[in-house]
């Protein structure tokens, strides 16, 4: 039956082609349109916390994650201005047993080349980028920039906050600027000239924040986000170049050790953050909506690749459930509303482990077996 059944999957991001790993696996004939010509080395890194890896094991991926990149020991909440301590949380072997697996902090380039080992070879449509999309004779009707066009039964848009699928879900919105923008640096660890860091440090200003951690088990590369307020955005680019000074001038009168950090900076781009208002309408017919293409997050809780992912492993479960797509569907909303909803007010509160925390309830969580809700 499940065979039958061909899922397009519009975005070849964290969410997407995690989605079409487990259609996979439950017999779909799943296939990725991806707009980009190929996947390329940003700079930039993301923490994967316990709840995303563990899900990525049942796609054969955590060990190639964690070659790639690095097993965090721990993460300091530090103040800005005296360095006090103001929380610590050690990822141990006891930690890892009661979380059920890894925190791992990878650049995203070889995050990218880990999670295309967990689709079957030939999934990904690369330059395919998606520009119309119609109901046909009970199919949906693919249609691309490039010229191509393809059917698909059930649609799912992972592209991401600027998502073409959402569009035809809930209507043409413009994400709106958040009112801060990202610095992002990655620089070989031999540039803080011996200077010992710990893996990863979140450095918590009155207006602003600054997290250095390293992405990989040798610990020869840091990456550094910098997140300050801004007026606004006016670039079409998703980034920019900008200066080091810049970058350092922003976090001027923070603490002797962030300053070491900085100084070893040496290219910098700027980010824009992008945000909607929440709006829980994320399907609609045969096309379904996961990740930032329905729920932004802020970058402060290094949560929104982790809901991304654990929406794809739900979502599928729900498919693979269900012979009727809209139940499917409401299944898959009643389950993921309210966790999504909670992780993106404390993102937007930007509390997230500033001080004691209990964290069992975010990291603990198990996409592959939690609970799916009941429907009537
Ligand atoms: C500064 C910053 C730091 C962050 N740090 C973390 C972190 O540490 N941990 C964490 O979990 N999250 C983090 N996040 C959030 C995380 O990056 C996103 O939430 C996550 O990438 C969302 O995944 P996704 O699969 O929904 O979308 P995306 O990763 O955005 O993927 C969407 C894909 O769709 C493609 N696409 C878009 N439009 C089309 C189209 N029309 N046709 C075809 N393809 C299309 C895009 O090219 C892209 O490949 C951070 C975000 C920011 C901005």
Request: aromatic share 10%.
């Amino acid at each position: 039956m499940n065979q039958q059944r061909r899922v397009a999957v519009v975005g070849a991001g964290l969410g997407g082609l995690t989605a079409a790993g487990f259609l996979q696996r439950y017999g779909f004939a799943a296939k990725v349109y991806e707009q980009a010509p190929a996947f390329s080395r940003i700079g930039a890194g993301i923490i994967l916390s316990a709840n995303v890896t563990k899900v990525l094991r049942r796609l054969g991926l955590e060990d190639g994650l964690v070659a790639a990149g690095i097993k965090s020991k721990s993460y300091v909440s530090r103040a800005w201005d005296t360095g006090e301590t103001m929380a610590e949380f050690v990822f141990d072997a006891e930690a890892e047993r009661r979380y059920g697996g890894p925190y791992v902090h990878i650049h995203r380039g070889d995050l990218h080349a880990v999670l295309e080992r967990g689709v079957a070879s030939g999934t990904i449509a690369f330059d395919h980028q998606l520009v119309d999309l119609k109901e046909t004779r009970g199919a949906l009707r693919l249609i691309f920039a490039n010229g191509a066009a393809a059917e698909a039964d059930i649609v799912i848009g992972a592209d991401g906050i600027r998502s073409k699928v959402r569009e035809f879900v809930a209507g043409p919105e413009p994400p709106q600027f958040a009112g801060v923008t990202a610095y992002r640096a990655i620089f070989p660890a031999e540039r803080l000239d011996g200077f010992k860091i710990p893996d990863c440090t979140k450095w918590w200003g009155t207006d602003r924040h600054c997290l250095p951690y390293y992405l990989t088990g040798r610990r020869d590369e840091v990456y550094a986000i910098g997140v300050c307020p801004a007026d606004g955005w006016d670039s079409d680019e998703a980034s920019v170049p900008a200066m080091r000074e810049q970058y350092i001038e922003s976090f001027a009168g923070f603490h002797a050790d962030l300053q070491r950090v900085l100084q070893a900076v040496d290219t910098v781009s700027l980010w824009p953050v992008f945000d909607r208002e929440r709006n829980d309408r994320w399907s609609d017919g045969r096309m379904v909506l996961l990740g930032d293409a329905c729920h932004p997050m802020r970058p402060f809780m290094a949560a929104g690749g982790a809901m991304a992912v654990e929406d794809a492993a739900i979502l599928s479960r729900c498919l693979a459930e269900f012979d009727d797509v809209a139940a499917a569907f409401r299944c898959y909303e009643a389950t993921r509303i309210p966790r999504v909803g909670k992780v993106q007010d404390i993102s937007i509160a930007n509390t997230w482990m500033r001080g004691p925390t209990e964290t069992d309830w975010f990291y603990c969580y198990d996409a592959c077996t939690a609970p799916l809700a009941q429907i009537p």
